[in-house]
């Protein structure tokens, strides 16, 4: 398939791949850590910071919310029990990150008027009309439980309760919680139209435990679907992969999935070996019901782990699909904690400002998809010599921002067998000035890029 040809240099948003591609020593200084030497440096082409491509997304377009609580966790590693237990996780500090963060986000004062703002703006975007979250529409998080995935041993399938990994990065149930409370106090959803679903994982008794003592009625579905969970089932919602393979399985979206109205998608802050990086696209591997690798089927980490540019990339898919990215109302990062995945089995502390050593303990909060995952990425690449800096790490948000001319070439369209409707941009991408000011180009009034809010509770 042959590469579109360049876009018109008049149109900042949408700049070709060659524009935006820069190995200057100015861009590569500005987006290395002040501690990383000349001997490790990147292998991977450097971009020019502060260049924005794509369209921005949201009420206040490109916005990424960063909440930071220093006073959010105390624990003080895996000797002093696991993270998630006691009181090591101040569930209300939690919900205060997450409430300044939808209201950070929106601009309003409260979050009953933030989530109407919310749902409205999502509605009129995808052609519903001005009109809020209606009762009886369900809601489905997405959260990131790799670290309970079904066939890597760390959870024990008989008894449902964790034998490895017992401190993973996960989503944290605390999160989870905080996010459900809102929906059921602040938009008025009846918490048995809420379902926390990852397909690949077992939902183990720890995190269930936190979760339904509060929302027994909502709905848990994982992998296998023991001890009151629901199993994923597959519903007659197909997904299509933009390269088009040949002799494959079809793929179909789980029942739950296709039967919301809205997603979450709550990913996590990590770096992966083969990938690069693990964010808010990637999140969406345990969204369908199978392994992405699973015999019979397209394999999944074909594209997403090519260490080179310009290529096809799934991620794009799964961001651009109606049953998926199409309908996600808010993409979050639970960013708590940070690490490399597989890894590592628990998490590590971060170095730079204004963490000096300590864990992240962060949130992060957008409608723009492609904005939000570039920020985390530069988070990680400012933190990390080796993984988010290899070649192709950041390359499916140069796809999934310039989605309808793409550098690869491919016409991206997951909803058809063949393409008929291809998508176009599905958000901003750029790389921020430096990682001690962390700016955009909204941020520094230069472009109509991203712009990063920080907020420090104290």
């Not at 008049?10 to 060659?18: D, E, I, Q, T």
């Not at 409370?181 to 602040?186: A, G, P, T």
């Not at 027994?216 to 994982?222: H, I, L, N, R, V």
Request: hydrophobic fraction near 35%; proline fraction near 8%.
């Amino acid at each position: 398939m042959h590469a579109h040809p360049e876009l018109p240099s008049h149109k900042p948003l949408s700049l070709s791949r060659r524009s935006f591609v820069a190995g200057t020593a100015t861009g590569a200084l500005l987006l290395r850590p002040r501690s990383l030497s000349a001997a490790v440096a990147p292998t991977a082409t450097v971009h020019q910071p502060l260049t924005p491509i794509g369209e921005a997304r949201g009420i206040h377009p490109g916005r990424v919310v960063w909440v930071h609580d220093p006073r959010v966790l105390d624990w003080g590693g895996p000797t002093d029990g696991a993270w998630y237990e006691g009181e090591h996780l101040k569930q209300d500090r939690v919900d205060a990150m997450m409430s300044r963060a939808v209201r950070q986000l929106t601009g309003e004062t409260t979050v009953a008027v933030a989530w109407d703002r919310l749902f409205r703006h999502f509605n009129t975007a995808r052609g519903k009309g001005a009109v809020g979250y209606q009762r009886g529409e369900k809601i489905l998080i997405k959260p990131n439980w790799v670290g309970m995935i079904w066939r890597e041993g760390a959870v024990n399938p008989d008894t449902y309760t964790l034998v490895k990994r017992r401190d993973y990065m996960n989503t944290a149930p605390q999160m989870i919680l905080a996010l459900m409370r809102q929906l059921r106090d602040e938009v008025g959803v009846n918490p048995p139209d809420i379902t926390v679903c990852d397909s690949l994982a077992y939902l183990v008794h720890e995190y269930h435990a936190i979760l339904t003592r509060e929302f027994p009625e909502a709905q848990y579905s994982d992998f296998a679907g023991k001890f009151g969970r629901h199993q994923v089932k597959p519903s007659e919602v197909p997904l299509y992969w933009s390269c088009r393979p040949e002799g494959v399985q079809p793929d179909r979206l789980p029942t739950c999935i296709a039967d919301a109205s809205y997603l979450v998608n709550f990913a996590t802050l990590k770096a992966h070996t083969a990938a690069g990086v693990t964010l808010c696209g990637k999140n969406h591997f345990g969204s369908l019901v199978r392994w992405p690798v699973e015999k019979g089927y397209y394999d999944m980490h074909r594209g997403s782990f090519v260490k080179a540019e310009g290529r096809y990339r799934e991620q794009v898919d799964l961001l651009g699909h109606r049953h998926l990215g199409a309908k996600t109302v808010l993409n979050l990062i639970d960013g708590l904690f940070c690490g490399k995945h597989p890894i590592d089995p628990e998490p590590r502390r971060m170095r730079g400002t204004p963490f000096s050593g300590d864990w992240a303990k962060s949130l992060f909060a957008s409608q723009d998809p492609i904005a939000i995952d570039s920020v985390a990425y530069d988070f990680l690449r400012a933190e990390y010599e080796d993984y988010p800096r290899q070649p192709g790490a950041d390359d499916y948000l140069h796809e999934a921002a310039l989605a309808g001319q793409p550098p690869s070439g491919t016409v991206y369209d997951p909803d058809h067998a063949k393409a008929e409707t291809p998508l176009t941009s599905l958000g901003v991408h750029e790389h921020w000035n430096d990682p001690l000011s962390k700016q955009y180009s909204r941020n520094l009034g230069t472009g109509r890029g991203i712009e990063l809010v920080p907020v420090t509770l104290g």
